[in-house]
């Protein structure tokens, strides 16, 4: 497996810029950012090249989300809100040389209007996949749990697998994180075998409290063993909340094979 530090989440205890070197420093050879969008390109470029890490992953801004706010990659009265945060990832994407771009579909407090949330989706997506496909980037979208997450509109991995066989979209894949398909009670096994191709892309923490592994639930082998023997060959993102500084945190990886 080729493993990468979520550094938004990871890395807590220092300042952002300070994580690159840190998880260069404990065995990275790669991270993702949820949302660089707070530092210049060049920084971040730098803290690249300096430590030898490449990123393989960020997010489209996602408006109001993380405050509680239905976000925007749903919303109908929301697309040119939509198209202008693809617009900034756009740039981040390229300057980077990111693998993937992940697009949060956001919530739904109307559930009568779920059919034209879908829709919406559906259409940024597409979006998204005909700036980024050129590039040689791949568009994800990715379920969060409702615990987490109240009104989600993505939920479940079929609902993921229902979206992608609507969009017909090859260059448009499920983001997997299997701390929120563990927390929705998905069988993380049986749908990373079943359904291998249209994952572009993976992430992880223990459940149920999003820590690192062993400190819940889940059982990691099991999950290692089965993306390992799938023929996976993208990234698998560590994205949790550690328990304590973050390098105390990573015993885990000796027991995981790493490219």
């Known amino acids: 497996m080729k493993l990468c530090a979520n550094i938004t989440l990871l890395y807590p205890e220092l300042p952002f810029i300070e994580r690159f070197a840190a998880a260069a420093a404990d065995g990275f050879k790669a991270v993702e950012i949820q949302f660089p969008y707070d530092t210049p390109l060049a920084v971040i470029q730098h803290e690249l090249q300096q430590h030898n890490l490449r990123c393989v992953l960020i997010n489209v801004p996602a408006g109001d989300l993380m405050q509680g706010g239905e976000g925007l990659a749903a919303v109908p009265e929301r697309q040119a809100e939509f198209r202008a945060a693809l617009e900034q990832c756009v740039e981040y994407a390229r300057g980077l040389q990111v693998d993937c771009v992940n697009v949060l ?37 990715e379920a969060i749990n409702t615990f987490d997450m109240p009104g989600f509109l993505i939920h479940s991995g079929q609902q993921m697998l229902d979206v992608l066989a609507e969009l017909q979209q090859p260059a448009v894949k499920a983001q997997f994180d299997l701390y929120h398909m563990a927390r929705m009670g998905e069988p993380l096994v049986e749908f990373i075998r079943a359904n291998i191709g249209s994952i572009g892309h993976i992430q992880f923490a223990d459940t149920p409290g999003r820590g690192e592994p062993g400190t819940g ?16 060959s993208g990234w698998v993102g560590a994205e949790y909340r550690p328990s304590g ?15």
């Open 105 to 141: 579909p956001g919530r739904c407090n109307d559930n009568s209007r779920r059919a034209q949330y879908l829709a919406t989706l559906q259409s940024n997506l597409r979006l998204a996949a005909a700036a980024l496909a050129p590039l040689g980037i791949t568009t994800t979208f």
């Open 217 to 232: 639930e889940l059982d990691f082998a099991a999950v290692f063993a089965a993306i390992t023997e799938s023929g996976y």
């Open 245 to 259: 500084p973050t390098s105390s945190t990573l015993g885990w990886m000796q027991r995981v094979p790493a490219a």
